[in-house]
């Protein structure tokens, strides 16, 4: 079984295509969506119907549950403050059901893998810190049928990290094999805006037989999908933010 692992798509619409496009010819028998489908960019509709379309399985991410009212944006900065209350004006109703309903977990590869948007216990909370990963370890450990694999979003930018019998190792590269016995956390970066200093979008697939992760990054127009924003009346600054990777 290969999945293929996508997150924060942030209704940009020219990264997701253009990820599909990768992912269609890798040979990928299914792709998980780990949140964000919206905020931010311009095309949340577009975005959430070619989830629906392609039936893609996905869950809720913070962007998403506060575009459609379940929580307010009151922690989150100016730009992303608006381009939520602006999604909320675009979204259909359809959409708006769509977004309700989803999870804020899912279980698969047979309960070995689960994927989350932010924290295992929070979907707003980031892991970044140390300590963020040691507490995330610990609550695997505890997590319905304990899985050795946690597929997160919300940070952007990809990374794995690896718990052993006697340490916690961060690791980044295009090709990680998974070990037996060890713990992981991994986040395959984001389609829509990426925050590692690289603007092209991020993604990894994972080959169950081989316990394998690959990474991969690709190129999409950029330059159009700041247009829409600039257009859209969105902040400026969400633009120029993509073209840095930042």
């Known amino acids: 079984m290969r999945y293929a692992i996508i997150s924060d798509i942030h209704s940009n619409l020219e990264a997701f295509e253009a990820v599909l496009e990768k992912i269609d010819s890798l040979d990928v028998d299914e792709i998980i969506c780990l949140g964000d489908v919206v905020g931010y960019n311009a095309n949340p509709n577009e975005c959430i119907d070619i989830i629906k379309h392609r039936r893609i399985k996905c869950i809720i991410g913070n962007h998403d549950s506060r575009a459609i009212g379940i929580e307010e944006p009151t922690d989150f900065n100016t730009h992303a403050k608006d381009a939520i209350y602006w999604t909320r004006d675009y979204l259909t109703r359809e959409n708006i059901t769509f977004l309700k309903d989803l999870p804020r977990k899912i279980y698969f590869d047979n309960g070995k893998s689960i994927g989350i948007h932010g924290s295992i216990d929070s979907t707003d909370r980031y892991i970044l810190t140390f300590n963020d990963v040691f507490d995330n370890f610990n609550l695997m450990r505890s997590e319905q049928g304990q899985p050795i694999i946690c597929f997160f979003g919300h940070t952007h930018a990809p990374k794995v990290y690896r718990c052993t019998e006697y340490d916690i190792i961060a690791m980044l590269a295009e090709e990680v094999r998974l070990e037996d016995n060890n713990l992981y956390l991994i986040n395959p970066g984001a389609v829509g805006q990426p925050r590692d200093g690289n603007p092209m979008s991020s993604f990894l697939v994972y080959d169950v037989g081989e316990m394998m992760v690959n990474f ?31």
């Open 216 to 246: 991969f990054r690709v190129g999409y127009d950029i330059d159009r999908c700041c247009e829409k924003i600039i257009k859209a009346e969105l902040p400026e600054y969400l633009a120029e933010r993509l073209k840095h990777g930042c």
